[in-house]
């Protein structure tokens, strides 16, 4: 198999075009998903009964094939960016419900019931105290699911959309590998900037969580010095 | 003042964690409220500021009753410190102090500068204010959580076993630290705690509860410790009980007898001529005891002197630890004033001891009536019989009713100290 550098640098204007609709597709579906699973899964942690029920039809959700998703969605939306999207949020949701769920779980018990104890209003708790102290466990969630999504709009070619995934049915179909090579290499390479831009993110959102590993004996050391 | 009446709290599984309680809790002292596990002391103390909500009954700070207050608004005004600290892990140690003055609509700014000053009075420095909760010591994270329940100045305090997970040299410090703060601050404090050392050190009043949420004594620590209400009082208060109560008397009425005194630098005492000499240094502090006879080590045995503010009960332990069994005493400046023979301390400790259990009988009877019987008898038994159980709790609330201590009960009086609190009339 060989890559024909001189198609690649032809077309170099279609891939960035591709690329841009690729991640578009897959941002805005995890961006719906946050949208949806954090209402959700604030209601889910609240009220015992619903957890149970709200996981388990996320997880029945995931379950039908992509393909399948997109074939029921045509009668509502076409062949459209709609119907792409809507897709790939059902997919979404599995992963940040859950992660949301067991995010708000691991907020300490006792730093919950200080705001609580001290005055603090239930949703003022939930958006100061709960949610960011949640948001590693909901990070790693919005992680997986933009990785996901992103390697997932591919799937939506058979709709006529896809991004960087009409290069492999143009590939296959003139059985000319140069495109499938680059279309992998740049969902990879989106995967990757993605998940790394995501880590930053994380980084700047939690300063608190930095140096976990310091004892308090070191530390005793480190001001000693400084 | 927080009053509770007759407040019950059953939980939904069944269980009674509060039964019938009736209980004042003084304005600007400490209340200690004592059991052990399960015996619904923190339910007690949680029901103050609505975390939880009473079964039955009214409970009213400074007059009103808490139910019928915004619960949000209530808890601002109340200061909430828990074992652990519960700090906010996201937050810096100093926007932890700023949450309540933030919630009070202060604005960031001022509760800022409200939050570094009370680090200062809470002995961290600046830069701990930029830190987070994990990177501070335990002992430091509770500083922090008390710092955290006083910013925004509230009358009351609640404080639910603040010190139960740091090591006991570094629990010692916070609660020397709490009695110097509350003598400046006089606020109304409610304290939670299991062990009985804190609640003698801390309190001004103890509250012992038992498994069941009975409230069976609430008195102060001298009171309760020479007169404990019954057999179960007595085992909480465990074997040393009589050695607590001299840890509430100071010294400062032992009398001072002349020390047998050799300058640091002069010829030592001549063997035979009278046991050892006190070495003192050019400014009249106590070095240690020097023994002429030969054989003896010829560096001073080290002594700790004492001030007229340390306890009966140091004196005591110092006069065991002394080769010549006298005790050392200095003014506030640490010059010699004298010494003391460990026979003065044992029987003053015996005087003291006497007078602190006559001083509660008559406080108790002043309470009850001169007809009533000794209530420890009637609750000693524990029969489930309804009988039995009424009686108890007849009993219970009898010696809940917090009455002031009047004049003639000066064992009862109690002022919240750092020093031992002395109760006066010992002679």
């Known amino acids: 198999m060989t890559v024909e550098w001189a198609w690649i640098s032809d077309h170099a204007g279609d891939l960035t075009t591709l690329t841009l609709s690729h991640l578009q597709a897959a941002l805005t579906a995890v961006l719906l998903g946050l949208l949806i699973s954090l209402p959700l899964a604030v209601l889910a942690h609240r009220v015992r009964p619903l957890r149970g029920f709200l996981l388990g039809l996320s997880n029945v959700l995931f379950t039908i094939p992509s393909i399948a998703v997109f074939v029921l969605l045509l009668p509502v939306s076409g062949l459209t960016r709609t119907t792409t999207v ?10 940040l419900l859950r992660n949301t769920v067991e995010g708000l779980d691991s907020v300490p018990a006792k730093a919950r019931e200080a705001a609580v104890a001290m005055g603090t209003r239930p949703l003022r708790t939930l958006l100061t105290v709960e949610l960011p102290l949640a948001l590693p466990v909901i990070m790693a969630g919005v992680r997986i699911a933009t990785v996901m999504s992103i390697s997932l709009v591919s799937v939506a070619t ?56 310091r004892r308090p004996g070191q530390q005793r050391r480190t001001r000693g010095r400084a | 003042m927080i009053r509770f009446d007759a407040v019950n709290k059953r939980f939904p599984n069944g269980t009674t964690a509060v039964h019938d309680l009736t209980l004042e809790m003084p304005e600007g ?24 909500e009473p079964t039955s009954g009214t409970i009213r700070l400074g007059g009103k009753d808490v139910l019928t207050q915004d619960a949000a608004d209530l808890r601002r005004g109340i200061g909430y410190v828990i074992q652990q600290s519960g700090l906010f892990p996201h937050r810096t140690v100093l926007d932890n102090i700023a949450t309540v003055p933030l ?86 404090i409610v304290f939670v705690t299991h062990d009985i050392d804190e609640a003698v050190r801390l309190g001004d009043r103890i ?99 004492l001030r007229d503010t340390d306890s009966l009960l140091a004196a005591l332990n110092e006069s065991i630890a002394s080769p010549t069994g006298l005790i050392v005493r200095v003014d506030a400046e640490g010059a010699l004033t004298g010494v003391t023979a460990r026979e003065t301390i044992h029987e003053h400790a015996g005087r003291r001891h006497q007078e602190a259990a006559r001083a509660a009988r ?61 109760p006066g009339g010992a002679g």
């Open chain 2, 103 to 188: 919630l009070l609509g202060w604005g960031r700014r001022k509760a800022r500068t409200r939050a570094a000053e009370l680090l200062e009075t809470v002995g961290l420095t600046a830069e701990a204010g930029r830190r987070y909760p994990h990177q501070l010591s335990g002992g430091q994270q509770q500083r922090v959580g008390v710092a955290r329940a006083l910013a925004a100045d509230p009358p009351v305090l609640l404080m639910d076993e603040p010190f139960g997970a740091v090591d006991p040299v570094v629990r010692t410090q916070l609660q020397d630290e709490l009695l110097r703060l509350q003598k400046d601050l006089n606020k109304t």
């Open chain 2, 362 to 422: 008559k406080a108790q009877e002043a309470r009850e009536g001169n007809g009533r019987q000794d209530q420890g008898e009637e609750t000693r038994e524990g029969g489930e019989g309804p009988e039995a159980r009424e009686h108890r709790e007849a009993g219970s609330r009898k010696s809940a009713d917090a009455v002031p201590p009047s004049p003639a009960a000066p064992a009862a009086s109690a002022p919240g100290t750092s020093t031992p609190k002395t």
């Open chain 2, 29 to 52: 002292g400490v209340t200690v409220l004592v059991g052990s596990s399960g015996c619904g002391k923190t339910t007690t103390l949680r029901m103050i500021n609505r975390m939880v």
């Open chain 2, 207 to 305: 509250a012992v509860f038992r498994t069941g949420g009975h409230l069976v004594q609430c008195a102060a620590p001298a009171e309760l410790l020479a007169r404990p209400a019954d057999g179960f009082v007595a085992g909480f208060l465990g074997a040393e009980r009589e050695l607590k109560l001299l840890s509430l008397t100071t010294l400062a009425e032992v009398p001072v007898e002349r020390a047998r005194v050799v300058r640091e630098g002069e010829a030592p005492p001549r063997a035979g001529d009278g046991g050892p000499c006190l070495v003192v240094s050019a400014r009249n502090e106590p070095l240690g005891w020097l023994d002429p006879e030969p054989g003896a080590p010829e560096v001073p045995s080290p002594v700790r002197p």
């Open chain 1, 158 to 213: 058979y709709i006529g959309d896809g991004g960087l995934g009409q290069l492999f049915t143009d590939g296959f179909q003139r059985d000319f590998p140069t495109p499938v090579a680059a279309g992998i290499v740049l969902t990879l390479l989106l995967a990757l900037v993605a998940d790394a831009l995501l880590v930053a993110v994380q980084y700047v959102l939690t300063p608190w969580t930095r140096d976990r590993h």
């Open chain 1, 86 to 95: 809507i897709g790939l949020t059902v997919y979404t949701l599995v992963v």
